[in-house]
């Protein structure tokens, strides 16, 4: 095993080789009826290649082979020698006839391929299988689609809301590093959402801020700090969680109904899937809130004092940075109680105190982050770095204790 965990045979610096993927590449002896070794990839992020083409699957291996792990990474020369043996060549007899796999330590910098002349003739399909190429493409297409929005307000607002809260959750997707499909965020920001334009919303503002004292200030009220903590934990944070955290609850019950693959590409496993889920569930309830509350009330109340044009502009400055705001926001609360749900479903026989711990800070943090917006707005500063920093700190900690560690994909992001 090749790679930059530390139980690979062959383990690589990781803070070095950072195109490295944790468990690259595997060489190992081929069946016992065919002599000889083979290089298998390991699902490697950056691809593994043998003579400087892309190596899909496994290959047998010959003397003298160059092993590259990632274009322009560690490289690598195969060297063996088979011993003659009457018998058919067992893995065990042939492990071993392998000498030596040494690093090449310098390139030779006269030779130039054609793959290196033009590069997307070898590179061309890896393309479509790595994080370089998607995102330049919907940003593309998004960029053209505001361009034919251009004066219409609704429309570009919605364009640019979608490509946002889009590339937030695509940051926190890498950060997580485990596959999940795209129409699974999909239907859980849609679930989301139609759960706040639903009958559960307004039975929510009943309790949590009709019955428990969540009631939200007044305009000109005069509050303390802390009373007005005490309602924003009801009335925001313990009642915004909840309805959040309803599209989680629904992914894991239906994941346990459902048989393989479906089960595991949809339903909540471990807290990887909860943080992903919950991410997208926060994508869902901001957008809607934002474009669907906020920016209509400032439009219309700015409307009567300088006009429609003045209006659309404050509209669009509001929208910006509260949607580049979500990753501190709503995604990092319902993201962090994802990774509860998740870890609850690894824990059962402690899932109702990690679920109350989860629920409590999650709502903590939203709390504070409303009532901070009344005192400072550095404070405000500090209350999103904060709630940033625990959803990625239980990142962090999904990964380490992930189930499928093996099968994440890698991700080092400065």
């Given at each position: ?100 796999v ?38 593309v297409?998004?960029?053209?689609l505001?361009f034919?929005a ?12 979608t ?31 139609l ?9 929510s ?8 004292p969540g ?39 239906l ?18 899937d ?25 439009i ?15 509209g ?6 509260r ?38 800070c999650?709502a ?25 920093t625990c ?15 093996s ?8």
């Amino acid at each position: 095993m090749i790679g930059r965990d530390p139980s690979c045979q062959i383990a690589l610096n990781p803070n070095q080789y950072l195109i490295v993927s944790r468990r690259h590449a595997t060489i190992r002896p081929c069946s016992p009826w065919k002599q000889g070794w083979e290089i298998c990839d390991l699902n490697s992020i950056n691809g593994t290649y043998v003579n400087g083409y892309p190596l899909r699957g496994c290959c047998q291996l010959h003397a003298g082979d160059r092993i590259e792990l990632g274009q322009d990474g560690p490289q690598f020369i195969f060297e063996c020698q088979f011993s003659p043996s009457p018998s058919p060549v067992s893995p065990v007899s042939s492990a071993s006839s392998l000498t030596s796999v040494s690093v090449i330590a310098h390139k030779t910098p006269d030779t130039v391929t054609f793959s290196q002349l033009f590069p997307l003739a070898s590179t061309g399909q890896d393309l479509t299988q790595k994080a370089f190429l998607r995102p330049a493409i919907l940003t593309v297409v998004f960029v053209v689609l505001m361009f034919m929005a251009v004066g219409q307000a609704m429309v570009f607002n919605l364009l640019l809301a979608t490509y946002l809260t889009g590339a937030a959750s695509y940051f926190v997707y890498q950060l997580c590093g485990k596959p999940k499909p795209w129409w699974v965020f999909l239907g859980c920001a849609i679930a989301t959402g139609l759960i706040l334009t639903s009958p559960l919303l307004p039975l929510s503002i009943i309790v949590f801020r009709d019955i428990l004292p969540g009631s939200l200030p007044e305009e000109g009220e005069l509050i303390s700090f802390t009373s007005l903590l005490i309602r924003m934990f009801f009335g925001a944070g313990l009642m915004e969680e909840l309805l959040k955290a309803l599209p989680i609850i629904g992914a894991y019950f239906l994941g346990k109904l459902l048989r393989s693959p479906w089960r595991e590409q949809i339903g909540v496993w471990e807290p990887l899937d909860g943080i992903l889920l919950g991410t997208a569930s926060g994508v869902g309830f901001t957008l809607l809130e934002t474009l669907g509350q906020y920016v209509p009330d400032i439009i219309d109340n700015v409307t009567f004092q300088a006009g429609q044009g003045s209006a659309q502009l404050m509209g669009l400055q509001l929208l910006i940075p509260r949607l580049l705001g979500s990753v501190a926001g709503h995604i990092a609360y319902s993201g962090y109680f994802g990774y509860f749900i998740g870890l609850s479903v690894l824990k059962p026989r402690k899932a109702w105190q990690i679920l109350a711990t989860g629920y409590l800070c999650a709502a903590i943090l939203h709390a504070l982050w409303n009532a901070s917006g009344f005192v400072s707005s550095l404070l405000l500063a500090v209350v999103g770095i904060l709630s940033y920093t625990c959803l990625a700190a239980a990142i962090l900690k999904a990964r380490a204790i992930s189930p499928t560690r093996s099968q994440n994909f890698a991700t080092r992001l400065f």
